[in-house]
């Protein structure tokens, strides 16, 4: 167990009053009275002033604090206003001639008001852009803050943020402010009552027409028509939702267009060629090409996209299940289109993120009919690092059905309308609301009681939190997003004039409850090095089991889907470490590294074999469906597939979603391929020491996608374990 810097225990005053006295905080709450936070200020403030704190220190604030307890317990029965308690800590100081001690508290806590005002001050922000803040300009990876769109949309999510806070419940936006709590996404929502990410209707937008704009769009008679469509569907609902959005077995789902390719050219055959071994030639191998240049053109009408938030749209394509001869063409077009790289530079493309499916009996073994694909899914992800596998018996085991994650890691449930129809297409995310673990067991300071206390005091804000965020997305009208609601993406058709409720009610919809940093909570109580400890390793499983039953009784309880969330954490990981290392001071193990581990994951800082790694994680998962993803480390890959088939296939039973990180960085100017070194200006070529984005590819995975460091400069906490993860790579 670690030692949190608090030195000694405050011996509290015996006081029957003061047991029932109840703090009423700034945002409304009832708390219990705690003269230990006090005590732990005044040492705090001694230390401050002092440089260190004597012997003679703990005994002389004891005194105070007890002084403190006595006014307190004098002037109040019930219960007493913060504010209150400061005035008289403040009072009791100077009456002790403590005029140091006194000035350094009444600093402290001016400060803290002063920053609580100015994270809603809209000037405050704008001059942190103009500046260009790393925290601001920064906070995504796949945005450059350099180009126009994304200036604007920055801006406009300063405002976003600002009015936001002012927007939320007092006792929700306290706790995002504080770090206790994240409330995802406060650039657009509440601002705007827009939903997450989705999994788009794209199969009952192609096949029964739709609108953008000004246009009716017919159902397509090609192939390329269709891949036209989607590109256009996908910019559209990007711009109408803040969250990413998937292409569910678009192998399945492109197939009937791409037969009408077939039958134009097999018509054209039978007119011009006498032979039918010379007709069925020449039509597959025009309809091939046709396949591949579709689908090219859609790889490249994505990574060319932009939305109206200045970036490429967060865009999956799931496919693998097919085994007709289109759908095994599509996918195999998928794969070498990948490999191949976008440009004359064959560069890696960042989006769509593309997610193969196992399945026994289908590709996953050489018997198979399709382990021909699998085994160029294996070459793909070796030079590209795409694409991840789910595993399809594991995600209908972990989830009640089989799709793609909406976007980057975040699960629907099995779920059938009132006809028994199993839906997965059309439905969506409401957003996440993420829990700072790692601060509770730090205020905790070793005791598992009061751990668990607290967390049902966390618990009880993010409930209202997440209740909010639903409550929110419920007061749009179609006619804020007619892409959604009205034009097919959400799968039914609303009237201008039907609540959106429709699409969201009856679990329908999903809300997350998001969690960080299971490595650093159980580092609090057990140590750096627990993953092997049985105990250590229970204690995580109860803490997710707990989140998952809480979930459980609110979906119960309000009929939508409430899910436990292993949080995409790219900018949060950095956000709450870096706040909790101000609470708290450097902490061995947890605030040290300046970063914090996501969910579930194996500290990224140890050399875990991909099959242990494996072994520890894949008990998580069940009690956090509704978001989650395993990534394995490994050296490089490109000469050696069968060893990353090797893992495939040991995942398979164990776990549904796999990703791979193995380097794949290029250098253009020396040729060098592999590994980049992080350093404090970036990532560099070990072979020459180039950085410069424009003469080299560096590809690091940022979150649940693939982004590029070097081009897009991340927060810190982020560069810091991604460079902790290549360190430990080599």
């Known amino acids: 167990m670690i030692e949190l810097k608090t030195e000694r225990k405050f011996i509290p005053l015996e006081s029957s009053k003061l047991s029932k006295i109840k703090v009423i905080k700034r945002d409304g709450r009832f708390v219990e009275f705690e003269e230990q936070k006090i005590y732990e200020a005044l040492l705090k403030a001694e ?94 990876a796949n945005k450059d803050s350099d180009v126009f769109n994304t200036q604007r949309d920055l801006t406009a999510g300063i405002v976003g943020k600002s009015i936001g806070l002012k927007l939320l419940p007092a006792h929700i936006a306290n706790a995002h402010q504080k770090g206790d709590i994240h409330y995802h996404d406060l650039d657009y929502h509440p601002y705007t009552p827009m939903t997450n990410c989705c999994l788009i209707d794209f199969k009952g937008m192609l096949n029964d027409g739709f609108k953008i704009g000004n246009a009716d769009v017919e159902p397509p008679k090609s192939i390329q028509t269709a891949t036209a469509q989607i590109s256009q569907i996908i910019a559209n609902v990007a711009s109408s939702q803040y969250g990413g959005c998937s292409a569910d077995r678009v192998d399945e789902l492109l197939a009937p267009f791409a037969k009408l390719n077939y039958e134009k050219h097999t018509k054209d055959a039978q007119r011009w060629i006498e032979s039918e071994e010379k007709q069925v030639e020449y039509v597959e191998t025009k309809t091939k090409k046709d396949i591949y240049d579709a689908m090219q053109s859609l790889e490249y009408e994505i990574n060319t996209l932009f939305t109206s938030n200045g970036q490429t749209p967060f865009t999956s394509l799931g496919f693998g299940l097919g085994t007709n001869w289109f759908e095994r063409e599509i996918q195999k077009a998928i794969l070498q289109i990948r490999i191949e790289g976008l440009g004359s530079e064959k560069r890696t493309a960042i989006f769509p993120k593309l997610i193969f499916t196992l399945r026994k009996g289908v590709n996953l073994n050489p018997a198979d009919a399709n382990y021909d694909i699998k085994e160029l899914a294996l070459k793909c992800a070796t030079k590209r ?198 609470k708290f001071g450097v902490v061995e193990n947890i605030t040290d590294k300046d970063y914090y581990t996501n969910s579930f994951h194996y500290d990224v800082r140890k050399n875990p074999t991909p099959f242990e790694k494996l072994d520890f994680e894949k ?101 810091k374990e991604i460079s902790a993860r290549v360190k430990h790579m080599k």
């Open 47 to 140: 230390k401050k002033v002092e440089g260190k704190l004597q012997p003679l220190s703990y005994e002389r604030i004891q005194g105070i604090v007890s002084r403190i307890d006595s006014e307190i317990a004098e002037r109040f029965s019930e219960n007493v206003k913060i504010y209150e308690i400061q005035n008289i800590v403040e009072h009791i100081l100077l009456d002790q001639r403590e005029y140091k001690l006194a000035k350094e508290y009444i600093n402290y806590r001016t400060q803290r008001d002063f920053d609580r005002s100015q994270s809603t001050d809209i000037n405050i922000t704008i001059g942190k852009l103009i500046n260009k803040d790393s925290a601001v300009v920064n906070e995504n």
């Open 385 to 582: 690092m795409y694409p991840d596998v789910l595993n399809y018996d594991k995600i209908v085991e972990l989830t009640g059905s089989f799709k793609v994650p909406m976007g980057c890691r975040s699960f629907l449930q099995g779920w059938k309308d009132e006809t028994g129809t199993e839906v997965n297409v059309g439905r969506m995310n409401l957003g996440v609301v993420t829990l700072n673990l790692p601060r509770i067991a730090m205020e905790s300071k070793g005791n598992k009681e009061k751990f668990w206390a607290l967390l049902e005091e966390r618990l009880g804000i993010m409930k209202d939190a997440l209740v909010y965020r639903v409550e929110r997305c419920k007061e749009a009208t179609p006619a804020n997003a007619p892409i959604l609601y009205m034009n097919g993406a959400f799968g039914k058709r609303l009237n201008r004039n039907e609540s959106v409720d429709e699409l969201f009610k009856n679990k329908r919809a999903t809300v997350s409850l998001g969690y960080i940093g299971l490595y650093e909570v159980a580092s609090a109580f057990y140590g750096g090095a627990w993953e092997q400890d049985k105990e250590a390793k229970s204690f995580t499983l109860d803490i997710v089991k707990s989140l998952k039953e809480h979930a459980d009784t609110w979906g119960d309880e309000y009929g939508y889907h409430f899910s436990v969330y292993s949080t995409p954490s790219e900018s949060l990981t950095d956000r709450f470490c870096r706040m909790d290392k101000e």
């Open 619 to 719: 008990d998580y998962p069940k009690y956090c469906s509704g978001g989650f993803i395993h990534y394995c480390e490994y050296p490089v890959l490109q000469q050696n597939p069968k060893a990353l088939e090797s893992v495939w296939d040991y995942a398979y039973d164990r776990i549904g979603y796999l990703g791979t990180n193995t380097p794949i960085d290029r250098c253009y100017e020396c040729g060098f391929e592999g590994d980049f070194n992080p350093t404090e200006r970036g990532f560099e070529c070990p072979s020459c020491g180039n950085h410069d984005p424009k003469s080299c590819d560096v590809v690091k995975r940022t979150c649940g996608y693939l982004g590029n460091p070097q081009a897009r400069p991340m927060v810190y906490g982020r560069h």
